[in-house]
């Protein structure tokens, strides 16, 4: 055919690093998919619900409400009506607590 070997084994390894990269971004796709179909039929948590994430390196912490829950991420609403928006897989993957209502009243009746 006329092709150097070096000039095959340019396209070849450029071939190999592109599929690599759709590959890793393919993955990321599927586990925030499958991240989200397990939330929907699980129901750890609904919209509505006021939640607090456990981890260390969301810059946001605090409490937040479940504004909506996509395939890709969740709508969170912090109290001072900041959105963030938060993938279903780390969603899975970090600790979340479900703040009840009657927790809020009882810290609420305390201050007074």
């Known amino acids: 055919w006329g092709v150097n070997i070096r000039e095959l084994g340019l396209i070849l390894s450029s071939i190999f690093a592109v599929i690599g990269v759709a590959l890793f971004a393919q993955w990321s796709i599927l586990s925030n998919v499958t991240a989200g179909i397990i939330l929907f039929f699980s129901f750890p948590f609904k919209i509505g619900d006021r939640i607090q994430i456990m981890d260390k390196d969301l810059e946001t912490s605090g409490n937040y409400v479940i504004e909506d829950i996509r395939a890709y991420h969740i709508h969170l609403r912090k109290d001072n009506g900041q959105l963030v928006t938060y993938p279903n897989n ?9 703040i009840s209502d009657e927790i809020i009243e009882n810290e609420g009746s305390d201050a007074v």
């Open 90 to 98: 780390l969603m899975l993957q970090k600790a979340v607590c479900v």
